[in-house]
């Protein structure tokens, strides 16, 4: 292999799963509902990923070092759109150090559902290839968006994420649930994508191009188009709101778990949910120039995460608690974003993919091996039955709670770090995210003990026909970053130095980035981070303690529904009754309208026909009058027509 073969490999990245996606779209049109063809549309996915895999080590290996914007390898493919403007529309792919660092996550994980889902869809043969097709197709778009070269190339992979998990949060097509959640997300999806339109067209206006690197030339201090970054980072902001369910636009993803567990996996880790977090990222010039945006985007994610937290405390369904669990650990992201942060934003989408991705495919393990239940309440004991289940399942809360020495505590631990050195309320908007990180951890153990102990309150599942190696060996895959990913960014508490990771990073943005984070944040000393890290310790084994006394040593249980419960667990169990408030001021006036226009349109719509029928019948009974047979009278008004015509011709007329 040779530098000059990185092109043939990067273009091999993205588009080798849609090859996959093609040929097993053929295979199901070619096989119906047969289940003859779905090894072949099983190897064909796995091949696929392997060999987009196989084709990002080639260019990490044999790319040189990266070391700022001008070693970025940019590789356009075709001209797309010509307009008779400056701005250039091209078809282009882009390997940077963000890309270097995300191509892997997306990868690791996609393979690993792939494998998961073969046990899991083992009592639906029939939909393999069809499954499968999607999942190729929904890995591929996340891949064009991680290596977009362009806004233009990011908005058509933001665009396929979207239809992507559309079809598959829908993919049981015989529950009506399962399509009225495909429906909601996307619809609300839209309004995102509406917002990064508007953002993209005001980019496409300042700096009459598309290109990232031109957007980090034109978005600088004392720059032309600076003082338009405000509305710029507002726009991505919503956008992000939607695509990674923040405030006010997260109600989405908690109904999206209604798809396979694996693609619950797939959305809430390495693809959908984190494409707003990464379109932060990628916008890092503009929203270090918006530092009224960012404030906003600070507050917005630490009170999604504070809610969904709260929220995640009070449910009852498996996928619903690691639903709004990953609803808040995003919006830690996008508040360590606000603050500045984006390095430790992206380490914490780093290693929240593993440990929340392993935390959905051991809870799909735990429904299949209990006949798909979901309640927590009707199971326990699991640990017993199936140990290595639970001690995986374990790591993953252990981290998904911030304990120290697994990967979650070290990136939250840089969040918290961030957030109490904002300069618009640190020490508020710190508060918070301590509550979050103690909220967390309750509902995490509280997950782990319900489910994993006590006694056994559902039927479990035994037999050759369940699934066991392709349901272990990507929970023990997992379970390795889950444990270690941390450790590539030890605080500089700990080391005395910046962690590489974020020096690797941050090669990525631009070289006057450092000097104007101190508009949005102050520097700590080591004593400051010191009590930081001991407050998130101190949060996270308080939760844990008290989940372990109230549910573990007294042996309480969630309360049945319909039940008697406190207002707060109420609050809790009914989501805020924010979909219900929704329901009401947008749904409900919006299905009124559209009763009535449809109603009008019912009684209109016969009547204006009748109308024009009523009018050419009229006009046709006028002209028959015309036509009476008589040769003189069409001699008549064959020479007024041409007396006409000469006074015409004339001028007399």
């Known amino acids: 292999m040779r530098p ?24 199901w049109g070619y096989s119906g509902r047969s289940v003859r063809l ?71 994980i996609g393979i690993l559902v792939a494998i998961f889902s073969i046990g899991y ?9 069809r499954y499968f097709a999607w999942l190729c197709f929904f890995l591929f778009s996340m891949l064009l968006l991680v290596v977009a070269g362009n806004l233009l190339v990011f908005f058509v992979a933001w665009e396929a994420v979207g239809l992507a998990s559309y079809k598959l949060i829908s993919f049981y097509v015989e529950k009506e649930i399962a ?137 009852t369904d ?56 979901q309640n927590i309440r009707h199971m326990g004991g699991l640990l017993r039955e199936f140990p290595l289940l639970g001690f995986l399942f374990w790591i993953a809360i252990a981290a998904l709670a911030g304990i120290p020495g697994f990967s979650g505590f070290f990136s939250k631990d840089h969040i918290l770090a961030a957030a109490f050195s904002a300069n618009f309320g640190g020490m508020f908007l710190g508060s918070i995210l301590l509550v979050v990180s ?28 369940l699934p066991r190696v392709s349901f272990y060996l990507p929970l023990v895959a997992l379970a390795i970053p889950s444990l270690f990913a941390g450790f590539a960014a030890l605080p500089a508490l700990f080391t005395g130095n910046q962690p590489y990771f974020f020096e690797y990073l941050e090669r990525n943005f631009p070289l006057y980035s450092s000097q104007l984070v101190s508009v949005l944040q102050h ?7 010191l009590m930081v890290v001991i407050a998130g310790v101190a949060a996270a084994l308080v939760g844990a303690i008290a989940a372990i006394i109230y549910y573990g040593i007294l042996k309480n249980r969630p309360v049945a529904e319909g039940a008697y419960r406190s207002l707060l667990a109420r609050l809790a169990l009914a989501k805020a009754y924010v979909d219900e408030l929704y329901d009401f001021v947008f749904v409900q006036p919006y299905r009124r309208w559209a009763q009535r226009l449809a109603s009008a349109e019912d009684n209109l719509t016969p009547r204006v ?24 009278h069409y001699a008549l008004s064959i020479f007024i027509g041409i007396v006409l015509l000469l006074a015409l011709m004339l001028g007399v007329l």
């Open 609 to 632: 026909a009748e109308g024009v029928a009523g009018f050419a019948a009229q006009v046709a009974r006028f002209t028959a009058t015309l036509q009476t047979g008589v040769l003189a």
């Open 38 to 108: 779905r090894h072949f549309a099983i190897a064909i996915t796995l091949v696929a990923f392997l060999g987009s895999g196989i084709s990002y080590a080639a260019v990490s290996l044999l790319h040189h070092p990266l070391n700022g914007e001008g070693t970025a390898t940019i590789l356009p493919l075709w001209g797309w759109i010509k307009i008779n403007q400056p701005l250039k529309l091209y078809w282009a792919l882009r390997f940077d150090a963000l890309a270097n660092l995300m191509l892997p996550v997306v990868l690791l």
């Open 4 to 27: 000059e073969q990185i092109p043939y490999f990067l273009f091999a990245i993205p588009f080798l799963p849609l090859a996959a996606a093609v040929a097993n779209t053929a295979l």
């Open 121 to 129: 869809l083992h009592d639906r043969k029939h939909d393999q290839v």
């Open 179 to 315: 399509q009225r959640s495909g429906v909601k997300a996307f619809v609300v999806n839209r309004i995102g994508d509406a917002a990064l339109l508007l953002a993209m067209f005001a980019i496409f206006h300042l700096t009459g191009s598309a290109d990232f690197r031109d957007l980090g030339l034109a978005f600088q201090p004392g720059g032309s188009a600076e003082r338009h970054a405000n509305f710029v980072a507002l726009m991505a902001l919503l956008a992000a709101a939607a695509k990674s369910a923040q405030i006010p636009l997260y109600v989405w993803l908690p109904d999206a778990m209604t798809g396979p567990t694996p693609i619950s996996a797939l959305i809430h880790a390495a693809t959908m949910v984190t494409a707003g977090i990464f379109l932060m990222l990628r916008l890092e010039p503009v929203f270090i120039l918006a530092p009224q945006a960012s404030a906003l985007t600070a507050w917005t994610g630490a009170l999604t995460a504070l809610l969904a937290a709260f929220i995640a405390a009070g449910q």
């Open 438 to 465: 103690l909220l967390t951890a309750f509902y995490s153990f509280r997950l782990g003990i319900i489910v994993l102990h006590g006694k056994p309150a559902h039927a479990i599942g035994h037999g050759e026909e």
């Open 523 to 529: 520097k700590h000393g080591h004593e400051q981070e």
């Open 318 to 373: 498996i996928k619903k608690v690691l639903a709004f669990s990953t609803v808040s650990q995003l919006g830690l992201m996008v508040a360590a974003v606000g603050c500045g942060s984006y390095a430790a934003a992206f380490f914490h989408l780093f290693t929240h993919a593993f440990f929340k991705a392993m935390l959905f495919l051991c809870a799909g393990a735990v429904i299949t091996y209990l006949h798909h239940e």
